[in-house]
């Protein structure tokens, strides 16, 4: 048996004179319920947002998008706008201030306490904040910084998704209408697209919903369908939802129409009865003034505002009357009602050129006390070709002044291109080239940048200085990067640029602000999910050129109008066969 111990007498007695424990209160009773030990380490929980977001503030974009992913509340504070706008200051807007000569830099740890109060508290706003919201029917002034960041990185790499909107079908209609005929124009502004087209009318396009938000018809009261050859737009009213186009025909007339977005309309303001220049070229307008140039060389600024004659001076005449009424330009405000129409416009000057080729670029520009309307022009000349730019300095008493650049002469090299990266002909309805395609094959001015295209697949970039008694522009930079024939291209007051090539869909995007040597970035689409139509997606390497499209895709299609904004691409596809479409790359 195991041996048990026996208590001893002295225990048991001990034992009997110990007082028993007092008993313990029940505790009261808690009114919440208890929490779980994930909770109870969750520490973030109990902070609030200001906190959160200044914990937030010290980390990098990668990971505030990392952290987005946790939870909802995670990914509403990494959100925040605030918290992008230094770095979208830091990556996308100091590098370029650093390029001002007689910056000075400061420590990388100063620039990055001072930035949100001081340097990213005064640079400008990303030209994007301006733009029609469809869904909201008015114009969004906001500025999302997160989403500014993605865009520009985005535009930075060249990622896009790619949509294509059918702008007109192919239909038994089409097949009795010569080619010059379905010619589709198109302007771009802030998230509107305008198409013009002599079978269609005018129609406004809606870039968010991809969807016709209105229309008009082209044609005259008893008058045959005119093809249009120019198209132009004013946005200085966008902030009301409107805008007006200009549109230029090839009897040389013209018209202005005024979108309205929040009624979804699109009313004439003036339609012009007779035109005696011949086919108009190119337009410009921006109220009250109408610039326009003819095939023929004949170059007319017409103002809507009414000016007596004696206070007008010819282009090249200095003298402004005192004794001469004010003539300012009056604000598009003036004109609110829905039934207003625009008085027949008064011509203030008209210029004639003899030895000019095309192509020719018009635009028109506000400073702070005058209007200045731009021709930009190439010539021949010994050695080559060379561009001018004149300038028409309109002042308020209505007096106009003339000032006139041009550059050194250029000349193509000798060697003759390979056929497979040569141009095709430009058509002739649109410019007269010369024959023998020494000069620019486009030309776009978008003050201060002169961009030109030429047929050995490159591009020219000239800075244009103007003051109000000179003007001069710098020699020209040439920017490599095409492959093959260049179509069109597109540059806007701030250096951002796209170029697209004749064959196939190789779409360049540059940034030119500041910099000399600029490289371009060729755009890769993504193709969205379930949209069987749209461009093709390029899989190539990152150094390598984008993909040649087949024989048969290059006999049926041709690019050769490209215009964008600071969110989407646009380029018009045009089938031989009539067929046009929108491809639009979207950057969001």
């Known amino acids: 048996m195991p041996s048990t111990k026996r208590r001893l007498l002295s225990d048991t007695a001990d034992s009997d004179c110990i007082p028993n424990k007092r008993q313990r209160a029940a505790p009261p009773r808690s009114t919440t319920p208890p929490q779980s030990a994930s909770a109870s380490r969750d520490l973030f929980a109990r902070l609030s947002d200001e906190i959160f977001i200044r914990i937030l503030s010290y980390m990098n974009p990668r ?3 990392d952290i987005g992913l946790v939870s909802k509340r995670f990914h509403a504070v990494a959100s925040d706008s605030q918290l992008w706008r230094p770095h979208y200051y830091h990556r996308f807007v100091q590098p370029r201030v650093q390029l001002i000569p007689g910056f000075k830099a400061r420590d990388a740890s100063d620039a990055k306490r001072s930035a949100p109060r001081s340097d990213a508290a005064t640079w400008r706003k990303p030209a994007s904040t301006k733009r029609w919201n469809a869904a909201r029917e008015q114009v969004v002034d906001f ?14 790499g060249g990622r896009c998704a790619v949509e294509q909107v059918e702008v007109r079908a192919l239909d038994d209609k089409m097949a009795a209408v010569a080619p010059p005929e379905w010619q589709t124009l198109v302007k771009v502004v802030e998230g509107i697209a305008v198409t013009a087209d002599a079978v269609s009318g005018l129609r ?5 919903t991809r969807r016709t938000i209105a229309q008009a018809s082209l044609k005259a009261e008893l008058s045959t369908r005119l093809r249009p050859t120019c198209l132009a737009v004013d946005d200085a009213r966008l902030g009301r939802g409107q805008v007006d186009v200009a549109v230029g025909f090839e009897d040389g007339t013209s018209g202005v129409w005024r979108l309205d977005a929040h009624r979804n309309t699109m009313r004439l303001l003036f339609r012009q009865e007779k035109g005696f220049l011949g086919s108009l070229l190119s337009i410009a307008y921006g109220y009250p003034y109408l610039l326009t140039a003819t095939k023929l060389g004949f170059i007319a ?7 007596a004659t004696e206070n007008i001076s010819d282009a090249g005449d200095d003298t402004d009357n005192e004794a001469a009424p004010e003539a300012a330009t009056k604000s598009p405000d003036d004109a609110d009602d829905e039934h207003v129409t625009l008085p027949p416009p008064y011509l203030l000057t008209s210029l004639k050129s003899h030895n000019t080729e095309g192509p020719l670029s018009l635009s028109l520009r506000k400073n702070a006390s005058s209007v200045v309307a731009s021709i930009a022009y190439t010539f021949n000349t010994v050695g080559g070709w060379s561009i001018g730019i004149q300038d028409l300095d309109i002042r308020p008493s209505g007096a106009v002044t003339s000032r006139v650049a041009t550059s050194l002469p250029t000349r193509l090299g000798s060697s003759c291109p390979s056929p ?16 023998d395609e020494t000069g620019p094959v486009k030309l776009r001015y978008s003050h201060p940048y002169l961009l030109a295209t030429l047929p050995d697949n490159t591009l020219v970039l000239h800075l244009c200085t103007a003051t109000p008694t000179s003007l001069t522009i710098s020699s020209g930079v040439r920017l490599w990067g095409h492959t093959s024939g260049i179509s069109d291209a597109e540059i806007t007051p701030r250096g951002k640029a796209v170029s697209v090539s004749t064959r196939g869909d190789e779409i360049r995007l540059w940034d030119l602000e500041g910099r000399c040597n600029a490289r371009s970035v060729a755009v890769r689409p993504r193709r969205r999910e379930g949209n069987d139509t749209g461009s093709s997606t390029d899989q190539s390497p990152a150094g390598s050129a984008p993909r040649t499209p087949t024989r048969m895709n290059m006999d049926d299609e041709r690019r050769n109008w490209v215009g964008f904004d600071d969110e989407v691409v646009l380029v018009l596809k045009e089938a031989i066969n ?3 479409s929108l491809t639009l790359y979207d950057f969001t």
């Open 143 to 156: 500025v999302d910084w997160k989403k500014q960041y993605r865009l520009r990185h985005n535009w930075a």
């Open 63 to 65: 990971a505030l998008l």
């Open 204 to 208: 406004a396009w809606d870039l968010r």
């Open 301 to 307: 600024l017409y103002t809507f505002n009414n000016l």
């Open 578 to 580: 009539g067929r046009d």
């Open 420 to 435: 497979s990266s040569s141009p095709l002909q430009p058509i002739s309805y649109l410019f007269d080239t010369a024959d």
